[in-house]
């Protein structure tokens, strides 16, 4: 493991990140320790797991905005990475030259980045296809094995199939020595085996096992009672 404690210092700074969920726990913790290849973040919307997994990622080497390790990419106009990855330190041993940070929200960015580095014939560019298939392509150029893989909500615009496949893709890049860290918000996604599950609430920032995570307990009483559930909300 390439990574095995995150450690967040005191932060000097204001702004709404201190307000954040995953932020105010972490900052009293002795560190986060790091006990397996894959480590999930998962909560609800506004835990701050995304922000955490940017600033580790920006933290580590890689591009804010997302890309390969120590690759630098062209940036937006507008900065969309917060201020976090000043006061983060991450222990464990040295980094790898592979790597590759994937955020949802910035893909389309840095898709358009690869196009302009890399391909000559437009024909070939990733947005012609969906934005699932531009994922799943661009990791399938990047994520091989022993290297660092940072993943923001990985299964936006997959479907639940292409989930699965992901799943087996991280399980095989981790038997050749890869380590993953995500933040999710799908049942499917947490199923890689032994993996860890870190649930991010108001109350704290704990360890959890697959059955009692909140996404996977939410999504089975619904494909239980679909009707019985959407009556309950509606009502």
């Known amino acids: 493991m390439f990574i095995t404690s995150v450690r967040l ?6 702004s709404y990140i201190r307000t954040l969920p995953a932020v105010r726990h972490l900052e009293v913790l002795d560190g986060l320790r790091l006990h397996h290849p894959v480590t999930f973040f998962v909560g609800d919307n506004g835990a701050g797991k995304s922000t955490l997994v940017e600033a580790i990622a920006i933290a580590a080497g890689f591009p804010g905005t997302g890309g390969p390790i120590r690759e630098v990419l062209p940036t937006s106009a507008v900065p969309t990475e917060s201020a976090l990855s000043r006061w983060i330190t991450l222990r464990g041993r040295e980094l790898p030259l592979r790597g590759y940070f994937l955020r949802a929200e910035t893909h389309y960015d840095t898709v358009s ?14 947005h012609l296809m969906s934005h699932g298939e531009s994922v799943l392509s661009v990791l399938g150029d990047h994520v091989d094995g022993a290297g660092l893989y940072i993943f923001d909500e990985p299964e936006s615009g997959l479907s639940i199939v292409r989930q699965m496949a992901l799943v087996a893709e991280i399980q095989q890049a981790v038997q050749r020595g890869g380590q993953f860290i995500i933040a999710t918000h799908s049942p499917i996604m947490l199923a890689v085996p032994d993996a860890t599950i870190v649930e991010i609430t108001e ?8 059955d009692e995570a ?12 679909p009707e019985g559930t959407l009556k309950y909300i509606l009502e």
Do not use: C
């Not at 980045?113 to 990733?126: G, I, L, T, V």
């Not at 704290?204 to 096992?209: A, L, P």
């Not at 909140?214 to 239980?224: D, G, K, Y």
């Open 9 to 14: 210092d005191h932060i000097k700074d204001e």
């Open 214 to 225: 909140e996404a996977v307990v939410a999504t089975r009483e619904f494909l239980e009672d």
């Open 113 to 126: 980045a690869f196009d302009n580095k890399q391909w000559a014939d437009p024909a070939e560019s990733r």
């Open 203 to 210: 109350d704290g920032m704990v360890e959890t096992v697959y």
